[in-house]
């Protein structure tokens, strides 16, 4: 072997060793963005989380919560662990920790396996994403929103709303890769189901967001004439028709929409 081969065998053996053993051969921005990664995922776990609120209860709201984990714990089936740890999510979702309630309905979710409660974690988690501030929090939502809704679509792909929820998701919270991911679902989802309420609900929610309201009033008018026992569609009407400058509307659908509260 020349000397040349033998140098050349040598650095590919390092090379190696530093994939194999765990030699560090990153730059320092790239390991200053990894430890970011990891913190961010540390901080947003469902443990964590349920942890620091924790440290926000009253004393008697501290009593409630350990008084049902503890019935949780010694639940004999999953049955009567299911009931329990619905009973705990509304708890916290009484309390306003919203995203510790979305990971006991998902814990619920995993154990059911059912497409109805699978919507109920992803339902608990938008409004979570909905109401936080912190980013990390708004990512953790999101994600697991994201993985509830998908899980309820495999298990009943026939059932529009799932889909329709979760790009009011990608809406809440766009793929900074994509954008315009949760219209695009929409126009897809209305292309092959022209008749369902759920798809114009959504897209008029997107329109009143982006200030289209001679849109929203169209999409939403629609969704109405499709379903007049949807709760949601006159208090969106009410919204749009107040965007649009038309009180008289605004004021008739307010009306219906306080009756159906």
Request: net charge neutral; charged share 20%.
């Amino acid at each position: 072997m020349s000397k040349a081969q033998y140098l050349a065998l040598l650095g590919a053996l390092a090379l190696f060793l530093g994939l194999y053993l765990g030699f560090d051969t990153k730059t320092d921005k790239q390991k200053t963005t990894e430890r970011s990664r990891a913190l961010t995922a540390e901080s947003t776990s469902f443990e964590t989380l349920l942890s620091d609120a924790k440290s926000h209860l009253s004393p008697d709201q501290a009593s409630k919560v350990t008084e049902l984990e503890q019935k949780a714990e010694k639940s004999a089936s999953d049955g009567e662990r299911v009931a329990v740890l619905k009973q705990l999510s509304g708890l916290w979702y009484e309390f306003g920790h919203i995203p510790v309630a979305g990971g006991l309905a998902e814990q619920v979710a995993e154990i059911e396996n059912a497409d109805t409660a699978w919507s109920v974690a992803g339902a608990t988690y938008y409004n979570g994403l909905v109401n936080a501030q912190d980013p990390a929090i708004r990512s953790f939502c999101a994600s697991h929103a994201v993985k509830s809704f998908e899980s309820a679509a495999s298990l009943n792909p026939q059932k529009v709303d799932y889909r329709v929820n979760l790009a009011l998701v990608y809406a809440e919270n766009p793929p900074p890769n994509n954008p315009m991911q949760a219209v695009l679902m929409l126009r897809d989802l209305e292309s092959k189901h022209p008749e369902s309420p759920a798809v114009y609900n959504a897209l008029g929610r997107l329109a009143i967001k982006t200030g289209q309201w001679s849109r929203a009033v169209e999409r939403l008018e629609k969704a109405w004439s499709l379903d007049k026992k949807n709760p949601n569609t006159p208090c969106l009407l009410a919204k749009a028709y107040e965007g649009l400058g038309n009180s008289e509307k605004a004021n008739e659908f307010a009306g219906i929409c306080n009756n159906t509260r």
